[in-house]
T-cell receptor, first 112, second 110 residues
Framework: EDQVTQSPEALRLQEGESSSLNCSYT??????LFWYRQDPGKGPEFLFT???AGEEKEKERLKATLTKKESFLHITAPKPEDSATYLC?????????????FGKGTHLIIQP | SQTIHQWPATLVQPVGSPLSLECTVE??????LYWYRQAAGRGLQLLFY??????ISSEVPQNLSASRPQDRQFILSSKKLLLSDSGFYLC?????????FGPGTRLTVL
């Protein structure tokens, strides 16, 4: 059974304080790992797709990296507008066409 | 560009009442469509998916059902809601495995 575990569950940082969010996964044959941002009361917004160990993707203050067992979302010098819940997901291996298995997310708060 | 719509945005329903949530996609043909539920303290859970009109697969046993009457329309229904059906319901379509989500419907069952 696919499993996706995110840590920490919640993280409070001061503006400008860099940190990393973790996503560990257990799947039989990774077909991609996805990162999303979700604001309260809204649907998840796509950030990155990673396909192979060693791959990195960047967008503004965010950088996602991938190893064979986990992915990290590094946030550099965050601003209050980066506050959100960050979700990672892997393609579902239960036969569902392109469905995703999600972690529970990391709730990130950036204080001014 | 592709756009996904969901309605209603919020809904408060009594236990035992019926449910109908609608999702429509614009800007793409024959998309794979999905219903997810996000309950408090839990991750997004895949409920149903559809690869075409009239084709529905269920991932989780429950008192919910789904239908796809048109290529770009996906409906989530229930005949009798339970308290445990409360949550945030999200419709999505996929492109190269990547899920693209709608704005969601917040359902509260009282």
């Amino acid at each position: 059974e696919d499993q996706v575990t995110q840590s920490p569950e919640a993280l409070r940082l001061q503006e400008g304080e860099s940190s990393s969010l973790n996503c560990s996964y257990t799947v039989s044959g990774l077909r991609g790992l996805f990162w999303y941002r979700q604001d309260p009361g809204k649907g998840p917004e796509f950030l990155f797709t990673l396909y192979s160990a060693g791959e990195e993707k960047e967008k503004e203050r965010l950088k996602a990296t991938l190893t064979k067992k986990e992915s990290f979302l590094h946030i550099t010098a965050p601003k209050p507008e980066d506050s959100a819940t960050y979700l990672c997901a892997v393609p579902y291996s239960g036969g569902g066409a392109d469905g995703l298995t999600f972690g529970k997310g990391t709730h990130l708060i950036i204080q001014p | 560009s592709q756009t996904i719509h969901q309605w209603p945005a919020t809904l408060v329903q009594p236990v035992g009442s019926p449910l109908s949530l609608e999702c429509t996609v614009e800007g793409t043909s024959n998309p794979n469509l999905y219903w997810y539920r996000q309950a408090a303290g839990r991750g997004l859970q895949l409920l149903f998916y559809s690869v075409g009109i009239g084709q529905i697969s269920s991932e989780v046993p429950q008192n919910l059902s789904a239908s796809r009457p048109q290529d770009r329309q996906f409906i989530l229904s229930s005949k009798k809601l339970l308290l445990s059906d409360s949550g945030f319901y999200l419709c999505a379509w996929t492109l190269s495995g990547r899920g693209n989500f709608g704005p969601g419907t917040r359902l509260t069952v009282l």
